[in-house]
């Protein structure tokens, strides 16, 4: 009787971590991934000629993106945007980018968009490559003109690429330090052992020797300010902090003078630096 009942226990143990396991990735996916396919507008809405752009990953996937020259531009935006929407919800800041003298050349990830595939954790990181070598490779940018720039979920895929890839510098703009770290914020009663996706941001800031620049709402409400302090003080010098106020996808158009300036200045060391 009482193998039996300690058998039934333990089964039923195990379909209820199953279960939860199944609950978590459901979570996890529902809140990580939001892609959008159609493209509502282009840069010429805004006044600016692009290069519509195709390129093939390592896995074979069809990655779309634009590339918005500036005139006599001295560096160019490697652009990742956040985890909603598709490149074409991400005019207003391609347009400070470009006033800015800023060349630019963002991309859709897979499954965003007109790009192929499912998007996941590996699969960024894979676009986040192809991007890259297409842009030294086939459009012949100097790596060390390129900033990577990162927006919440993008300043991740920024990070990874930056331990791996020669570059000028890296911006990252209300990025999480870890998704294990911010779905213990946000779920607090799920072990974060049950969290696949890593998107460690933490481990891999410390690995960094180009400049960084990490801009971060005060009063961010979905991915809290405090994430900003630990990447940044995880970070290895030259390092800088940029406060701005608003809320996550808008602090950038509420402190837009503030906002600005950090860049124009980040840019600004860059160039006295050569």
Known sequence: MFNKTMLRIFIYLILAIALAAIYVKYLERRNLFFPFREIECTPQAIGLSYE????????????NGWFILAKEAKHTILFFHGNAG????????????????????IIDYR??????GTPSEAGLYLDAKAAYSYLTGNLNIIP???????????????LELATKATAEAVITEETFSSMRGIAK?????????????????????????????IIHSKNAEM????????????????????VISGSHNDAFIESEKDYTNYIREFIKKLNNAK
């Open 52 to 63: 519509d752009i195709y390129f093939t990953t390592e896995d074979g996937k069809s990655i």
């Open 86 to 105: 598709n490149i074409s919800h991400r005019l207003d800041k391609i347009k400070i980018f470009h006033d800015l003298g800023l060349n630019i050349f």
């Open 111 to 116: 499954g965003y968009g007109k790009s192929e």
């Open 144 to 158: 060390s003109s390129i900033i990577l720039y990162g927006e919440s979920l993008g300043g991740a895929v920024a």
């Open 185 to 213: 914020d946000i779920y607090p009663f799920i072990p974060s052992f049950l969290i696949s996706d890593r998107f460690d941001s933490i481990s891999r800031i410390g690995k960094i020797d180009i400049p960084k620049l």
């Open 223 to 242: 991915v809290p300010f405090s994430n900003a302090q630990k990447l940044y003080n995880k970070a290895k010098d030259p390092k800088i902090l940029a």
